[in-house]
């Protein structure tokens, strides 16, 4: 697969809603960044819904899309989360959660009926949500004699790095700046062959 330092998300949380023999599905889409998120926003629906049958769901983490989970809360195996998880991945998204939200209707839909119910309403919920396209960035401390400092800019303005934070000490600059994840070892290249500033990587985000 090749690499790519984009991915596409949700910007916001959206709601959808699908019906079959008087059972109500109703979708919850997130965006989300940790699987704490995942945490946290199950248990706000699970108290805004506690009369509920079923709190089923399905995410996918990571701008490769290296962790993807489901959760089929007391339904037939991989009759809810799976084709809540199928409609994230088909839609090419990622840090995206959907939770479904089950009331029963009192008759039972069977297998295929469920895997129906719960992939439509997730659709439902992600159709109804904006779409957008994030850079994924690293993050690196840099420090140096401050008569250096320029190159530092220079390098910034070559490559399309973002300055996020500067302070000084004595003679001696401190940094910290974003640079989009395909440019950093250009980046890094070009300062460490200058052979005059100390730098550590942070984070990726």
């Known amino acids: 697969m090749l690499f790519t330092d984009t991915y596409t998300t949700i910007q916001a949380a959206s709601q959808g809603e699908y019906k079959d023999k008087g059972s109500k599905f109703i979708g919850y889409a997130f965006p989300i960044n940790t699987e704490e998120d995942v ?4 248990q706000k629906i699970k108290s805004e819904h506690h009369a509920a049958a079923h709190h089923c769901y399905a995410y996918v983490l990571g701008a490769q899309k290296q962790i993807q989970k489901s959760n089929d809360d007391r ?46 309403a997730a659709n439902e919920a992600l159709n109804k949500a904006d779409v957008t396209e994030k850079i994924v960035c690293e993050y690196y401390k840099i420090s140096g004699d401050y008569t250096h ?57």
Do not use: C, M
Request: hydrophobic share 35%; glycine share 8%.
């Open 39 to 42: 945490k946290e926003l199950l």
């Open 75 to 120: 339904e037939p195996n991989n009759s809810a989360g799976k084709p809540i998880l199928r409609s994230i991945v088909s839609k090419d998204l990622t840090n995206t959660l959907v939770i479904v939200v089950r009331y029963f209707g009192g008759k039972l839909l069977g297998v295929p009926g469920l895997i129906t119910a719960y992939g439509e």
């Open 149 to 205: 400092e320029n190159e530092v800019y220079k390098a910034y303005k070559l490559y399309g790095a973002k300055l996020i934070e500067q302070n000084y000490h004595e003679n001696q600059f401190n940094g910290i700046f974003e640079i989009r994840k395909s440019k950093a070892d250009l980046l890094l290249t070009y300062l460490k062959e200058k052979r005059l500033f100390e730098i550590t990587f942070i984070t990726e985000k």
